[in-house]
């Protein structure tokens, strides 16, 4: 079975699923993404997820083509489509397309795909850690929107792989802003959770967000401030979230192991509480018949 995509109104086989050359986020980067993690059939901070994507078309003009609620519904139909028992729904926006020009219509029509991915959530590194290098911090200044412009990103990540290590965190003026594609969290010797407050320096992470609030629910003790790669590295925990990744652990920031080099139990606690609200919704398909992209589910 070929995998679905939907593409501007219909859901078709993904080698039908065509654009313009001429799309401005093929030729500028003139778009916005979203992705949505799935685990067990259910769909994860979904409104989350929905509230960012519009809050970032809105940040550079670009008109939504579909009601969020839509939005949402897409979703989970491919969701039903594709089988996906674990993975993630990925959701782009583009002004449209119209001969190459840095100037554009108004009146541009966006296009909009979205697709399945079949993807391991829940994997071994959540039990034993990741290392994350440690890289200046070269992207533009409104990283708050969750653009397409990834190549920083891309350049980073391929670097930090060819010298052994699993992820990467950003560096500027001294302090870490995030992760590549992720939130970096630092858990103080005294037990605070430390995360960088929101701003056009870093992405509103809707993993931080959802762990932020389970935390606080939790009676832990947050501070949203910035943090030092000095201070990283001489935390007693270190961890990193992302749709794709939950609540990893981060138990190497450079070269220094981070506390004794195994997943700390705050964090550990942090990933049983988040992956236990994931589950509570209700899965979007029968397990009966359901057969993962590629794999029995």
Not at 106 to 111: A, H, I, M, S, V
Request: charge should be negative; proline fraction near 4%; include cysteine.
């Amino acid at each position: 079975m070929q995998r679905q995509i939907y593409l501007n109104g219909s859901y078709v086989p993904e080698a039908q699923a065509l654009l313009p050359i001429f799309d401005r986020g093929f030729l500028f980067a003139d778009g916005i993404y979203e992705v949505c993690a799935v685990i067990d059939r259910r769909l994860v901070d979904v409104d989350l997820h929905m509230k960012r994507l519009v809050r970032s078309v809105g940040e550079i003009g670009i008109a939504l083509p579909v009601a969020s609620a839509e939005v949402v519904e897409i979703m989970k139909e491919l969701v039903r489509r594709n089988r996906l028992v674990e993975g993630v729904v990925y959701m782009q926006v583009t002004r449209g397309s119209a001969e190459r020009d840095f100037h554009y219509a108004d009146d541009l029509k966006p296009n909009f795909v979205a697709f399945t991915q079949d993807r391991k959530i829940v994997t071994p590194k959540l039990s034993t850690g990741i290392s994350v290098d440690l890289q200046p911090d070269i992207r533009w200044q409104r990283r708050d929107i969750k653009s397409v412009m990834l190549l920083a990103q891309v350049l980073a990540k391929h670097e930090a792989g060819k010298k052994g290590f699993n992820d990467v965190w950003m560096v500027e003026d001294g302090f870490i802003t995030e992760g590549a594609s992720s939130s970096a969290f630092i858990v103080t010797k005294d037990g605070r959770i430390v995360s960088r407050a929101n701003s056009q320096a870093i992405l509103p992470g809707c993993t931080r967000l959802a762990v932020l609030r389970l935390a606080e629910e939790t009676g832990l003790l947050l501070d949203e401030r910035p943090f030092t790669v000095e201070q990283a590295q001489d935390a007693s925990e270190a961890f990193l979230t992302s749709a794709s990744s939950t609540v990893t652990p981060v138990v190497r920031i450079g070269e220094c192991v981070i506390g004794d080099g195994k997943p700390g139990p705050l964090t550990r606690r942090l990933q049983a509480i988040y992956l236990d609200q994931a589950m509570k919704g209700e899965p979007l398909f029968a397990l009966d018949d359901a057969v993962s992209l590629g794999a029995s589910a």
